[in-house]
């Protein structure tokens, strides 16, 4: 398992197309775009933003236990 590590670790996919998979299971594929820290989110949670054509998701890094890079 490849899980999360702070916000070094997320660099690497700036600007990047990725797979993201969360504990309960669920795939979103988009461009990595946005890492909001915990001091600047509601809970207090850092979080990662995927950019699709359709909309932004916004994923609690606790929450991720994969990531992968897709181009």
Known sequence: MNK???LDNLK???NKKIRVTTKNQ???TGV???Y???GDNEPE???ISLET???YYDIDTPDIIK???LD
Do not use: D
């Open 53 to 55: 054509p359709e909309r």
């Open 32 to 34: 990595y775009s946005i």
């Open 36 to 38: 909001t820290p915990a």
């Open 4 to 6: 999360y590590i702070g």
């Open 67 to 69: 990531i992968e890079i």
């Open 26 to 28: 669920s795939v979103f």
């Open 12 to 14: 690497k996919y700036s």
């Open 45 to 47: 949670i850092e979080s």
